[in-house]
């Protein structure tokens, strides 16, 4: 009895280990996504939504799209972008796997959580095409990141200030001479107002996370974790948390603005 609490929390942390910053970042572009809508309805009516959404929602589909393909499931139907229904949903893709693959369910929480991440890859894109300086100061970031192997106060702190530098790089006074950081601004705005997670998101995850637990709870019992090095499991922490911090940093932006305006209107 005594070796399986063990193993059960040995999965448990490895779970956590493995998705929890992808599930607390989720939780937070959740929240400011939420306000942010609700700002931009009030300066400039539901109507914005659209105006968000006609770049955001494709951008959000696509993610979930991939994704799905990816992990091998079949993609029954797809809708980029609609009118809000009256549960609000403006875009879905359905889909359907084959409940004996453990890879295929495992795929259920990547796919729930790929708009986090499709989002967030293509504002790198924009970055590398529209202001080249602030993409290559994030791929410094990443750089740094991938020989982090220890998570201490001083890697904290470097990795911030290099997080600074990006942000004071994004709004150089060069780049408000330059038109296409306007357009960047817009699109980023767009992805990022439509970067959270849906209900049926986080719905369709958790039958992932599950999967994910019972199978690190099975490695454990036979004894094939100890594979899994501390080293290992630090880079990949710290790689997946650089592009999260860029999700939020940029979803935090694009709240600021939506507040500014809500101001500014009123």
Request: one cysteine or more; aromatic letters at 12%; hydrophobic letters at 55%.
């Amino acid at each position: 009895m005594e070796f399986l609490i063990q193993m059960l929390i040995r999965a448990c942390i490895e779970t956590v280990y493995l998705t929890g910053i992808i599930i607390l970042v989720g939780m937070l572009l959740g929240i400011m996504r939420n306000y942010t809508i609700k700002n931009f309805a009030r300066s400039f009516g539901m109507k914005s939504i659209m105006i968000t959404g006609f770049i955001g929602v494709p951008v959000h589909e696509m993610s979930h799209a991939i994704f799905a393909a990816i992990f091998g499931h079949k993609i029954t139907a797809v809708k980029l972008l609609q009118r809000p229904d009256e549960n609000g949903v403006m875009g879905y893709v359905e889909h359907s796997y084959n409940q004996n693959s453990i890879y295929q369910q495992i795929g259920n929480f990547f796919i729930g959580t790929a708009p986090i991440f499709g989002g967030i890859l293509s504002v790198v894109g924009l970055m590398h095409f529209m202001i080249p300086r602030a993409y290559d100061e994030f791929i410094s970031i990443l750089k740094v990141n991938s020989h982090v192997t220890v998570i201490n106060k001083a890697a904290a702190v470097h990795i911030f200030s290099m997080y600074k530098v990006l942000v004071k790089t994004i709004f150089s006074t060069a780049n408000f001479h330059n038109i296409y950081f306007y357009i960047f601004l817009f699109i980023a705005i767009c992805i990022c107002s439509h970067i959270s997670l849906s209900y049926a998101d986080i719905r369709g995850a958790t039958g992932g996370l599950i999967t994910i637990f019972l199978v690190l709870l099975i490695l454990n019992v036979v004894g094939w974790t100890k594979y899994l090095s501390i080293e290992n499991i630090t880079k990949y922490n710290v790689l997946i948390t650089a592009f999260l911090i860029l999700a939020v940093l940029l979803s935090a932006i694009t709240f600021l603005i939506s507040l500014v305006l809500t101001i500014i209107k009123h």
